[in-house]
């Protein structure tokens, strides 16, 4: 499965980045967390092409598409849908929400209210929504991306920790490289997403998502990532460590690297290269141990020190 489908996932790399000017880093991790069944979280300043990445990964996959510009009075029937009476049947139909589409690009995701967030948690977390105690399953593929901008606190519902646990990864697309921008001004601007061909379908995003299960993995690899998790824990700066979901998603999204690199094993380096996109966001740093600097930049500065002091497996 691997071999077969090399030439696929270089080009689905190649399409996407056609539109999304040298992020081929930014790209891989999205497209990790496809593979790894999770979900992104993508957190920057404006103008950087968030939801450019997001419109097209979707736009790059034959799946249905929703996106969902979220804002302070928006309820979560407007998400995941609501039972509507039929008095020709003399029952309740379900209308479903935008949420039922293979990828949901969550806009501004902090500028609605902790109620509606919520309403995302059974969905992200298990592939389903519950109304009126009917639960209804989700498309598969099943992908949220989310942005929010970490700058403008005015209206903003920060992301409680809950619901940062169900996003695989916490990424920053960061400003392009001038050679970068220099195209995005030769194209005026434009980011040319009705170019973007599809590339896969649903069935064949699934058949990936399967194959990555079979990744191997080494006992070593475990211990070592396992080593790291332990010391978050038990970190006299930090309030909270990583839970066990946490571990269980690095270990996915080391899967899915190693299956984008075309093989059928992990190495260190697939767990030590995502442990900061997927660890950063889960951790407190402790009240005692707060400083000038920005919570997450605090936070990944005392990930990146447990990391770069555990001795790597080789």
Request: glycine share 4%; charged share 25%; with cysteine.
């Amino acid at each position: 499965m691997v071999t077969a489908t090399n030439s696929q996932i270089a080009l689905l790399q190649q399409t996407i980045a056609r539109v999304i000017k040298g992020k081929e880093e930014i790209i891989q991790l999205a497209l990790v967390t496809l593979l790894a069944k999770g979900h992104l979280l993508i957190e920057d300043v404006p103008g950087v092409g968030k939801t450019t990445l997001a419109q097209t990964l979707a736009r790059a996959f034959r799946c249905s598409f929703q996106r969902v510009q979220f804002t302070s009075d928006m309820l979560p029937s407007d998400v995941i849908g609501i039972s509507v009476f039929n008095p020709s049947r003399e029952e309740f139909d379900f209308k479903p929400g935008p949420l039922f589409a293979n990828i949901v690009l969550a806009d501004e995701i902090n500028r609605t209210t902790p109620k509606t967030q919520s309403a995302l948690l059974e969905a992200m977390n298990e592939s389903q929504v519950t109304v009126d105690n009917h639960t209804h399953s989700l498309p598969q593929p099943f992908l949220v991306i989310a942005t929010q901008n970490p700058i403008e606190h005015h209206g903003t519902y920060p992301l409680p920790e809950s619901q940062l646990d169900r996003f695989l990864m916490r990424i920053r697309m960061g400003y392009p490289a001038r050679e970068s921008e220099k195209q995005i001004l030769r194209n005026n601007g434009s980011a040319a997403l009705e170019e973007v061909p599809p590339v896969m379908d649903a069935a064949e995003v699934t058949a990936m998502q399967e194959a990555v299960t079979r990744v191997r993995v080494d006992d070593s690899l475990l211990d070592y990532v396992l080593e790291i998790v332990e010391r978050t824990r038990q970190s006299e700066q930090l309030s909270l460590g990583i839970s066990p979901r946490g571990t269980v998603m690095l270990q996915r999204g080391a899967q899915a690297r190693a299956f984008l690199e075309g093989r059928d094993y992990c190495l260190p380096d697939d767990f030590k290269h995502l442990m900061l996109p997927v660890f950063a966001h889960r951790i407190v740093v402790s009240s005692r141990y707060t400083s000038t600097r920005k919570k997450s930049e605090q936070a990944e500065a005392i990930l990146s020190d447990i990391i770069d002091t555990t001795r790597v497996p080789l």
